[in-house]
């Protein structure tokens, strides 16, 4: 007989909500937008790219906890995850080395034939998918156990 707290893969102990899932079919959409508001507005506005970051990731940690953890990590490629990462640091990497190669300093923002606000909001932006992608990481590496290489029997 089947076990109505256990996923159909057998993927870790891990209650079936309905509330759980309902909540989190309702809640992601609002919590990924209010994440990227906080992002693109922290500039101007309190929040920034480290809690826009956070609130991202937490979106995800959401849905892993209430469709399980086994599924997301089939769900997303980890090369997503190293591309994600890459793209951020690199971003942030090119706008600060971006502005030695125009003429000014490491991390001169105000080089750039560009307002400056913009500028910003791309480092802003690249910290953010850096931050969301080591929370979402985290969040899918623990849930496979730390001792086991990352893989559930």
Sequence with gaps: MSDPTRPSGGEGPFVQSPVTRTAARTLTPFVLAYGVYLSLFGTSLPGGAFQGGIVV??????VGLAFGFGPMRRWIHPGAFAACFLLGIGTFGAVGMGGFFLGGAVLDVLVYPVDVEWIVKLVEVAI???IGVIVTGLAIWLSAGVGDGGERE
């Design 57 to 62: 990731g937490a979106a995800f940690v959401l």
């Design 128 to 130: 953010a998918v850096v």
